[in-house]
């Protein structure tokens, strides 16, 4: 197969659909992979570094949709990319389509064989493709956190894991999903003590095993939270209820009982956050103060971390690309339901339910479904 590996143009990218290890295992199956001039650069890596492994190096991306039968990427396209896109071309990326109608309608006009990462679903409904990045937000929500009780940013001055003599910091994490368990390992790893909460005791009853109990799991309730959150130095909001705003669970009357110079990271901002007190904030501006708590709040917290979330994305997209080179899109959309799960639209028809009922489009069922499988439409 020839695939072809662009640039990212989303303004801060900095993120890339292949790394040149992935681009030597494609090349070493005898597939072709064009890589666009400097694509790797801002996760580190070096046109030099693909083209030993064996990529065509291409100056402008138009040569590259021009040429091959599949694009991965990391965002979804923007409006320069839509000409350069040819009908039954493979593009596998993140595509967020539910979100996006204007992006629906061009792939669908442009006839696209749209997979979106955050589609791709295990039969356990797990969602391989979303958890690396919720693993990195997860450990980087701790460093964020630990930087906002400085005092250069408005904070108390703690440092997380305090010193001899000296009681380390309180973090209370709300969720014990991917984000909340990964903020867990690294908030009791740099020696904070940790508290938790979640709906869900099975969640808790995990995270207390494999951490031998040195960590307080609650059932998430109002005056659970309200007790928990007034005596903790950072709070991290990592909760989420599928296909919903995130719920409101501290209200800044909750928050006016926290220690002045406290924090709070709201990873769950992306669906709406679960501070009242909550809005989006970017990299270049992370923080904001409010009821006198340094708040952080920055929704897409991977992109500052564009090398380790490169290889944390790939590692997880790459068997895929791997599968679709080998064995072609159809054998390997028809051989793999996980993969197959994650097909959003096919020959200029929408063949994902939620994002066909999202905008009222027709959805047709995924062309690649065994009969038993599909759904009476
Ligand atoms: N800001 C970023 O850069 C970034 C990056 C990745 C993920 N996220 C977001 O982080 C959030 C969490 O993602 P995840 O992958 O951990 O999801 P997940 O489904 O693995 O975990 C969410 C957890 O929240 C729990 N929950 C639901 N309602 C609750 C309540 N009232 N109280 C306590 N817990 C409750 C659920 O039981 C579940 O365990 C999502 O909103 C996701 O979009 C943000």
Sequence with gaps: MIIGVTKEIKEGERRVGMTPQGVDALVSHHHRVLV????????????????????????KAKDIWNEVEMVVKVKEPLEPEFP????????????????NRELTLKLMERRIAGIGYETVQGQDGSLPLL???????????????????EARYGGRGVLLCGASGVPPAKVVILGA????????????????????????????????????????????????????????DLVIGAVLIPGAQAPKLVTRQMLKRMRHGSAVVDISVDQGGCFETTHPTTHENPTYIEEGIVHYCVANIP?????????????ATFP????????GFEKAMQENETLRKGLNLINGKVVFHAVAESF???????????????IPS
Excluded: W
Aim: glycine residues 12%; hydrophobic residues 45%.
């Design 303 to 315: 992109g500052a971390f564009p090398r380790t979330s490169t290889f944390a994305l790939t590692n």
């Design 84 to 99: 350069l896109m040819r009908p039954g071309q493979v593009l596998f990326t993140y595509l967020h389509l539910a979100a």
């Design 131 to 149: 958890r690396p990045m919720s693993e990195i937000a997860g450990r980087a929500s701790v460093l964020a956190g630990g930087m906002c009780l």
């Design 177 to 232: 999903g991917v984000v909340g368990a990964n903020a867990c390992k690294v908030a009791l790893g740099i020696g904070a003590r940790v508290s938790i909460l979640d709906i869900h005791p099975e969640r808790l009853s995990y995270l207390h095993d494999i951490t031998q109990g040195h960590i307080a799991t609650f059932i998430s309730n109002r005056m659970t939270i309200g007790e928990e959150i007034a005596g903790a």
């Design 360 to 374: 009222g489009l027709a959805f047709i069922q995924n062309p690649f479904s065994p009969p038993s499988l599909k």
């Design 320 to 327: 895929y690309v791997l599968q679709i080179a080998d064995k």
């Design 36 to 59: 666009e001039k400097s694509a790797g650069v801002g996760s580190g890596f070096l046109d030099h570094e693909y083209g030993k492994a064996g990529a065509i190096l291409v100056d």
